[in-house]
């Protein structure tokens, strides 16, 4: 069976405990760090940015995963690959030249990726999928953490996953957005190959455990 990449999200870990919780990533089964920026305009939140990314560089050993939800990205592309990301997100509503800004996320050696609000359909991605390594499906209205599942965004994973196959793809599938354990197995059998988990993951007892859980989620044992 395989197993997802699991990404925590950095959002929603203890702040007064940060070298902590990096840590805990850094022990863990966690194949990234998810790392969301939010700027007050794209979205209707500002979360963290540069002088965070740099004590995340500092103290996780995971590749860090950077979902940029802001207008206009393109203006901080090159400061995030300076940074330390691994992939680059950009929103597709928020890009006026994907092609050209996932070119330039490619150019900074990062793997570019685009993220899809919950309306926004997967066929747009189509003219432009040679340029994507990864599409991050919103599975909830961004902008915060702790939201609930949207249901139809499993059937958009199944669709974009279909989309890939068709067109010789190799680009992953990333769901982000109230995934947890009663969700996961679907998700991954739709077709996702990392999820996203904040929550799930640092809300829970023992967030370890949570996050081999995660990983184990196709495995018969879990429901
Ligand atoms: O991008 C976002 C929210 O906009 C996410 O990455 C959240 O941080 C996921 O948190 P949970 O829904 O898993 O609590």
Redesign the pocket.
């Known amino acids: 069976m395989t197993q997802p990449f699991i990404a925590p ?1 950095l ?2 870990a203890d702040f007064a405990n940060l070298q902590r919780d990096l840590d805990l990533i850094n022990r863990s089964e966690a194949d990234y760090l ?1 790392f ?1 920026v ?1 700027d007050g305009e794209f ?1 209707p939140n500002i979360s963290f940015g540069f002088p965070i990314l740099e004590v995340v560089r500092k103290y996780c050993q995971k590749p860090v995963d950077v ?1 940029l ?1 802001i207008a206009q990205p393109d203006r901080y592309i090159d400061a995030f690959a300076d940074g330390g990301a691994s992939v680059i997100h950009v929103h597709y509503e928020a890009c006026t030249h994907l092609h050209r800004t996932l070119t330039r996320i490619r150019e900074m050696g990062c793997r570019a990726g685009v993220a899809l609000n919950p309306h926004t359909p997967v066929d747009g991605l189509e003219d432009v999928l040679e340029q994507i390594d990864v599409v991050l499906i ?1 599975s ?1 209205n ?6 609930s599942f949207i249901p139809h965004t499993l059937q958009k994973v199944a669709k974009l996953k279909q989309l890939l196959v068709a067109s010789r793809s190799s680009a992953l599938i990333e769901i ?5 354990l009663t969700n996961a197995s679907a998700l991954v059998g739709a077709g996702a190959d990392i999820l ?5 993951v640092f809300g829970a007892s023992d967030p370890m455990k949570a996050i081999q859980q995660l990983k184990d989620c196709q495995q018969p044992s879990i429901a």
């Open positions: 999200s959002l929603a998810h969301d939010m979205v979902h939800m919103m909830v961004p902008g915060f953490g702790g939201q982000d957005g109230g995934v947890g996203v988990a904040g929550s799930s």
